[in-house]
C-alpha cells in the first residue's frame, strides 16, 4: 500500500430519485477510487444523501408523507441506484443521522470559540429555489431573477449566525493562486480567482428553525444550520474518529460545476477555521476539486419543468440494454467530465457502444483468445526472448493512460486504453499470425505474437478496470491474470504466463442492433 486515499461525492437531496447527474458524479468518484486501489493503495469511496433542505419537506408534505419516512425511502433509492452501477462506496452517510448532527454542533461551537461564528442580521436577496442568498451584484446581473428557476429573488431579513468568510479571503487566494488548492479542470480555477478577488462577505449559515428540517445551531434552539454548511461537514463526519482519520485530507472532492462555490471557497474557508482550534490540525485542505460539467439531453438543458430528466428507470432500461459496464463506458467516455456539457442522446450512445465496445474492445478480446484457443488449444504460447517494439509501445500508452487518471481526466484516460486495443487490432493485421500458422516452421513466430498481444489485453483489461469492473474482471480471470477473489492491481498483477490455459468467455459486447 501506498497510501490512504478518500474520494468523495457530493451529498443529494432526497428530494426526488436519482438522476442521470447524481449517478455520473458518483461514477466519476468511483472511477478515481477504483484508481487508486488499482496503483494500489488503500481507497476509501464516500457517498450519501443531503437531507435537511426545504426542498425535502415540500416533497414529503406534497405526498402526505411524515418527511423522515419520505427522506429514508429515498435515501435508500439512491443505494439502490448506485449498488445497481456498482459503486463500490465504503460508507453511504445521512445527514439526519445522529453522527453527523454531534460532528456537526461539535465544529460549529469550535468555530464560536473563535468568533467565526457570530450572531447578527441579514439583509440580502435570496434565491428560494436554490436555498441560497445571492450577492448584490449578482443578484443585479441576473436582473433578480434565478438563473435557475427565473423566478424573482427575495428580499429577506434576518436575524441570523454568520460565519466570518471575509477573513480568509487572502489566504483562499493564495492557495487557489499557487495551486495548493486544486481545482481540475484548470479553467475553473480562473473562474473561481476572480469572485473571490471581487470580494468574500460574511455569509450567513442559520435559519430560523420554525421554518426549517435540521440541525440545531448548539445552545439556539430557535435557528437551525443552514443546509449547505451542514451538508458540507459530511466528508468530516465519516472519517472523523480514529480509525478513518489518517483517510483525511480527501485525495479528490467530485461535484458538478454548479456547486463549485461552496466546496472550493466556503468548505476551506470552514476548513482553514477549525484547522487554527487545538487538536484541529489534521484538518489540511482537499487535496483537489473536480468540477464536471452537465448532461443535457438531445441538445436541450434538462429540467423537472421540461420532464426530460435521464431518471433512474431510463438508466436502468439502456442498462438492461447495453449492460451496466456499457453504461458505466459511455458516461464517463461521452460524458461532460471537464469543463464542457454533453449531450445525452440515444445515437450517441449506440455509436459508442458499437464502435468502442463491440468493435474495439470485445472483437480484439474474441479475435486474440479464438486464435490461442483454435491453434493452441487454449494454452498461452512462449513469449518471444525480448520485449518487442510492439510491447514497448503498449506499455507506454498505458504509461500515457495510468497519469491521465492520476489527472483525474477519465475521458482521456479511457481513450488511451482503447488505443491499446487499436493497437492489438493493427498488430495482428500487420503481422498476420492467421497466414503464418499454415506453415509449420512459423509455429513458434505465430506463439511470440499471441503472447504479447494476450499481454497486451492484460494491460487493457487493467486500464478499463475502473470505469468496467465486471467485464474487465472476467477478461482477466479468463487469461489467468486474476485468481477468484483477487482484485486487479498494477502494482502486484501478474503478466499472462506461458502454459497457462485461456478460458473462453462468452462473446464480449455483443454489437447492438437497432431492432433488437
Ligand atoms: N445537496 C447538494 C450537494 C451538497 S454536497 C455537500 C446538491 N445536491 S443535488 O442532488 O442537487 O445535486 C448533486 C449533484 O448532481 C451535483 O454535483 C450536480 O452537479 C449533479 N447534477 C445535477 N444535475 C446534473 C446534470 N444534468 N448533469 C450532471 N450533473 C448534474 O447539490
Same mark, same amino acid.
Given at each position: 500500500?501506498?497510501?490512504?486515499?478518500?474520494?468523495?461525492?457530493?451529498?443529494?437531496?432526497?428530494?426526488?430519485?436519482?438522476?442521470?447527474?447524481?449517478?455520473?458524479?458518483?461514477?466519476?468518484?468511483?472511477?478515481?477510487?477504483?484508481t487508486a486501489q488499482l496503483e494500489g493503495n488503500e481507497k476509501f469511496l464516500l457517498t450519501g444523501t443531503d437531507e435537511h433542505s426545504t426542498k425535502v419537506t415540500d416533497a414529503a408534505q406534497a405526498r402526505g408523507l411524515p418527511v423522515e419516512t419520505w427522506a429514508r425511502d429515498n435515501?435508500?433509492?439512491?443505494?439502490?441506484?448506485?449498488?445497481?452501477?456498482?459503486?463500490?462506496?465504503?460508507?453511504?452517510?445521512?445527514?439526519?443521522?445522529?453522527?453527523?448532527?454531534?460532528?456537526?454542533?461539535?465544529?460549529?461551537?469550535?468555530?464560536?470559540?473563535?468568533?467565526?461564528?457570530?450572531?447578527?442580521?441579514?439583509?440580502?436577496?435570496?434565491?428560494?429555489?436554490?436555498?441560497?442568498?445571492?450577492?448584490?451584484?449578482?443578484?443585479?446581473?441576473?436582473?433578480?431573477?434565478?438563473?435557475?428557476?427565473?423566478?424573482?429573488?427575495?428580499?429577506?431579513?434576518?436575524?441570523?449566525?454568520?460565519?466570518?468568510?471575509?477573513?480568509?479571503?487572502?489566504?483562499?487566494?493564495?492557495?487557489?493562486?499557487?495551486?495548493?488548492?486544486?481545482?481540475?479542470?484548470?479553467?475553473?480555477?480562473?473562474?473561481?480567482?476572480?469572485?473571490?478577488?471581487?470580494?468574500?462577505?460574511?455569509?450567513?449559515?442559520?435559519?430560523?428553525?420554525?421554518?426549517?428540517?435540521?440541525i440545531n445551531v448548539p445552545g439556539d434552539p430557535s435557528h437551525v444550520v443552514y443546509v449547505w454548511v451542514d451538508a458540507l461537514f459530511n466528508y468530516l463526519t465519516a472519517i472523523d474518529n480514529a480509525e478513518r482519520r489518517h483517510l483525511w485530507p480527501a485525495t479528490l472532492q467530485v461535484?458538478?460545476?454548479?456547486?463549485?462555490?461552496?466546496?472550493?471557497?466556503?468548505?476551506?474557508?470552514?476548513?482553514?477555521?477549525?484547522?487554527?482550534?487545538?487538536?484541529?490540525?489534521?484538518?489540511?485542505?482537499?487535496?483537489?476539486?473536480?468540477?464536471?460539467?452537465?448532461?443535457?439531453?438531445?441538445?436541450?438543458?434538462?429540467?423537472?419543468?421540461?420532464?426530460?430528466?435521464?431518471?433512474?428507470?431510463?438508466?436502468?432500461?439502456?442498462?438492461?440494454?447495453?449492460?451496466?459496464?456499457?453504461?458505466?463506458?459511455?458516461?464517463?467516455?461521452?460524458?461532460?467530465?471537464?469543463?464542457?456539457?454533453?449531450?445525452?442522446?440515444?445515437?450517441?450512445?449506440?455509436?459508442?457502444?458499437?464502435?468502442?465496445?463491440?468493435?474495439?474492445?470485445?472483437?480484439?478480446?474474441?479475435?486474440?483468445?479464438?486464435?490461442?484457443?483454435?491453434?493452441?488449444?487454449?494454452?498461452?504460447?512462449?513469449?518471444?526472448?525480448?520485449?518487442?517494439?510492439?510491447?514497448?509501445?503498449?506499455?507506454?500508452?498505458?504509461?500515457?493512460?495510468?497519469?491521465?487518471?492520476?489527472?483525474?481526466?477519465?475521458?482521456?484516460?479511457?481513450?488511451?486504453?482503447?488505443?491499446?486495443?487499436?493497437?492489438?487490432?493493427?498488430?495482428?493485421? %500487420?503481422?498476420?499470425?492467421?497466414?503464418?500458422?499454415?506453415?509449420?516452421?512459423?509455429?513458434?513466430?505465430?506463439?511470440?505474437?499471441?503472447?504479447?498481444?494476450?499481454?497486451? %489485453?492484460?494491460?487493457?483489461?487493467?486500464?478499463?478496470?475502473?470505469?468496467?469492473?465486471?467485464?474487465?474482471?472476467?477478461?482477466?480471470?479468463? %487469461?489467468?491474470?486474476?485468481?477468484?477473489?483477487?482484485?486487479?492491481?498494477?502494482?502486484?498483477?501478474?503478466?499472462?504466463?506461458?502454459?497457462?490455459?485461456?478460458?473462453?468467455?462468452?462473446?464480449?459486447?455483443?454489437?447492438?442492433?437497432?431492432?433488437?
Amino acid at each position: 500500500m501506498n497510501q490512504a486515499q478518500y474520494f468523495t461525492t457530493p451529498i443529494y437531496y432526497v428530494n426526488d430519485t436519482p438522476h442521470i447527474g447524481h449517478v455520473f458524479s458518483t461514477l466519476l468518484a468511483d472511477i478515481g477510487a477504483r484508481t487508486a486501489q488499482l496503483e494500489g493503495n488503500e481507497k476509501f469511496l464516500l457517498t450519501g444523501t443531503d437531507e435537511h433542505s426545504t426542498k425535502v419537506t415540500d416533497a414529503a408534505q406534497a405526498r402526505g408523507l411524515p418527511v423522515e419516512t419520505w427522506a429514508r425511502d429515498n435515501a435508500h433509492a439512491f443505494r439502490q441506484a448506485f449498488g445497481a452501477f456498482t459503486i463500490d462506496f465504503d460508507d453511504f452517510i445521512r445527514t439526519s443521522e445522529p453522527r453527523h448532527k454531534e460532528s456537526v454542533c461539535l465544529r460549529i461551537e469550535q468555530l464560536m470559540t473563535t468568533g467565526d461564528v457570530y450572531l447578527g442580521e441579514y439583509v440580502g436577496w435570496y434565491d428560494a429555489g436554490q436555498e441560497e442568498y445571492v450577492p448584490d451584484a449578482k443578484a443585479k446581473q441576473y436582473e433578480y431573477k434565478s438563473p435557475i428557476n427565473k423566478k424573482p429573488l427575495v428580499q429577506r431579513t434576518e436575524k441570523n449566525y454568520f460565519f466570518r468568510l471575509s477573513r480568509y479571503q487572502k489566504p483562499l487566494l493564495t492557495l487557489l493562486e499557487t495551486g495548493e488548492l486544486k481545482i481540475h479542470p484548470s479553467s475553473r480555477t480562473a473562474e473561481i480567482i476572480a469572485r473571490v478577488r471581487d470580494g468574500l462577505s460574511d455569509i450567513p449559515i442559520s435559519r430560523h428553525s420554525a421554518e426549517a428540517w435540521g440541525i440545531n445551531v448548539p445552545g439556539d434552539p430557535s435557528h437551525v444550520v443552514y443546509v449547505w454548511v451542514d451538508a458540507l461537514f459530511n466528508y468530516l463526519t465519516a472519517i472523523d474518529n480514529a480509525e478513518r482519520r489518517h483517510l483525511w485530507p480527501a485525495t479528490l472532492q467530485v461535484v458538478g460545476k454548479d456547486i463549485l462555490w461552496f466546496h472550493a471557497v466556503i468548505w476551506p474557508a470552514m476548513l482553514l477555521a477549525l484547522k487554527q482550534i487545538d487538536g484541529n490540525e489534521w484538518l489540511s485542505l482537499p487535496r483537489n476539486i473536480l468540477a464536471h460539467g452537465f448532461w443535457i439531453r438531445e441538445g436541450e438543458k434538462m429540467s423537472k419543468s421540461m420532464g426530460n430528466f435521464v431518471g433512474i428507470k431510463d438508466l436502468h432500461k439502456y442498462c438492461g440494454e447495453f449492460g451496466v459496464d456499457g453504461m458505466r463506458f459511455f458516461l464517463a467516455s461521452a460524458g461532460p467530465v471537464g469543463a464542457s456539457d454533453a449531450d445525452f442522446a440515444q445515437s450517441r450512445l449506440i455509436e459508442s457502444y458499437n464502435a468502442n465496445l463491440a468493435n474495439t474492445v470485445g472483437n480484439c478480446f474474441n479475435r486474440v483468445i479464438g486464435m490461442v484457443s483454435r491453434y493452441f488449444d487454449g494454452v498461452v504460447p512462449a513469449s518471444a526472448p525480448h520485449a518487442s517494439e510492439f510491447i514497448q509501445n503498449i506499455a507506454e500508452l498505458s504509461r500515457v493512460s495510468r497519469e491521465r487518471a492520476q489527472a483525474f481526466q477519465y475521458d482521456k484516460m479511457i481513450s488511451s486504453a482503447l488505443a491499446v486495443f487499436r493497437a492489438i487490432d493493427q498488430h495482428v493485421n %500487420l503481422t498476420e499470425p492467421y497466414k503464418l500458422v499454415k506453415q509449420a516452421d512459423n509455429f513458434a513466430q505465430v506463439g511470440h505474437i499471441l503472447h504479447d498481444c494476450l499481454e497486451a %489485453l492484460r494491460h487493457g483489461a487493467l486500464l478499463l478496470w475502473p470505469v468496467m469492473p465486471t467485464s474487465m474482471t472476467k477478461l482477466l480471470h479468463s %487469461l489467468g491474470c486474476l485468481k477468484d477473489g483477487e482484485l486487479p492491481s498494477f502494482i502486484h498483477g501478474r503478466s499472462v504466463s506461458t502454459g497457462c490455459c485461456i478460458t473462453e468467455t462468452r462473446v464480449m459486447f455483443p454489437r447492438y442492433q437497432e431492432t433488437r
